[in-house]
DNA sequence: GTTCTAGAAC
DNA sequence: GTTCTAGAAC
């Protein structure tokens, strides 16, 4: 019980999806990429979530007896658990098998990609290494090219592991990204007939251990997005939120990795930036107003887009979809 | 990471 | 009176 309730939300029943075999940068480890056939519906977050929320508190100890000093001691277990959770999945043997489509969106030799349990947009997932990493010559290999503690965030990836093992960790992290993209692309196209920016970074001071990437509808409309921080976190222009291809410039020319490294840590007070839309960068009082005006430039830009679809035929010129 | 809640802001 | 934020607790 509990997960009986179909994630699929959308207009078309049973319309799997499929990543494109467009990838065409990807290795050849990403070629065998399981992908989910089960849920469509990657944008409806509450009712995932609700699902997952059931899911956990079933596995967890609350038909013991009610006492204070027991539920204090549990509690704070269950809440440092939270902080290894995606730990949990990224070491998952068979993912598709073992972890419910109601998270897992795709799964390959070395990475898998999850939906994220609070949306900070429409479309929000996170993107992992799995451990044991095989190396990506060989992803039939049981054995790892590095410890699961190396992989424990960004900071641990660029200094721990060699510079062999971090591009390989970065690469297949960013070949998932791009089938996540594409599946979202699709998505937005199937739900809303158009398709709009995603952001694709690790934040500077991730609350969770294991190294995760986070792909993001540029919306910013999810039911996740609560405080001041959380929006901030996600802007591409302050630096808390570092884009995937800015990693990927640092470990070309590793010469200043200790600085930026060093910069990461001192990230957190950029957390604490006045609050203003990252669209138009108009103040914004508090998170309730910046939810509507978040409304309203989706609103907006839909219209756009459709306008100029039913005119051109066609959303945007190939020059824009560079990112 | 989220939830809870006291006190500030309205 | 209610709404909202930010820090402590989990």
Same mark, same amino acid.
């Given at each position: ?10 207009? &078309? ?13 990807? /290795? ?46 549990? $509690? ?26 109601? =998270? ?19 479309? #929000? ?19 790892? !090219?590095?410890?699961? /503690?190396?992989? /424990? ?56 251990? #294991?190294?995760?990437?986070?792909? !993001? ?51 957190? &007070?950029?957390? #604490?930036?006045? =609050?203003?839309? #990252? ?10 107003? =910046?939810?509507?005006? =978040? ?22 010129? $190939?020059?824009?979809? !560079?990112?």
């Amino acid at each position: 019980m509990g997960n009986c309730m179909s994630p699929v939300n959308h207009s &078309r029943p049973n319309s799997p999806v499929t990543a494109p075999a467009s990838a065409a940068l990807n /290795e050849p480890t990403s070629s065998s990429a399981t992908n989910q056939t089960g849920p469509t519906g990657l944008g409806d977050p509450n009712q995932r979530r609700t699902d997952r929320k059931g899911k956990d508190r079933a596995s967890s100890t609350e038909d013991r007896p009610v006492g204070r000093l027991h539920s204090r001691k549990r $509690s704070s277990m269950s809440g440092s658990s939270v902080l290894y959770n995606l730990r949990r999945y990224a070491t998952t043997p068979n993912p598709t098998a073992n972890l419910p489509p109601s =998270l897992l969106l795709l799964s390959s030799p070395n990475a898998i990609a999850i939906f994220d349990a609070y949306p900070k947009a429409k479309y #929000h997932f996170l993107v992992m290494p799995r451990h044991p990493f095989p190396p990506q010559s060989d992803p039939e290999s049981r054995s790892s !090219i590095t410890s699961l /503690e190396s992989l /424990e965030d960004l900071k641990s990836v660029l200094m721990k592991c060699s510079r062999e093992v971090r591009e390989e960790v970065l690469t297949a992290m960013a070949n998932m990204a791009r089938e996540v993209e594409e599946m979202i692309r699709d998505e937005m196209l199937k739900t809303e007939g158009f398709e709009w920016k995603i952001d694709v970074g690790f934040h500077a001071i991730p609350s969770m251990k #294991h190294i995760h990437l986070h792909v !993001i509808s540029d919306d910013r409309i999810g039911s996740g997005l609560k405080k001041k921080h959380h929006h901030n976190s996600f802007r591409p222009d302050l630096g808390f939120f570092v884009p995937i291809m800015e990693v990927q410039r640092w470990i070309e020319d590793d010469s200043n990795m200790q600085e930026r490294v060093d910069a990461l840590s001192g990230a957190e &007070r950029l957390l #604490h930036t006045p =609050l203003t839309c #990252h669209k138009c960068d108009e103040f914004m009082a508090n998170m309730p107003k =910046l939810k509507t005006h =978040l409304e309203k430039h989706f609103k907006e830009e839909k219209e756009a887009a459709l306008k100029h679809i039913a005119k051109h035929g066609r959303q945007r010129s $190939s020059d824009e979809e !560079i990112f």
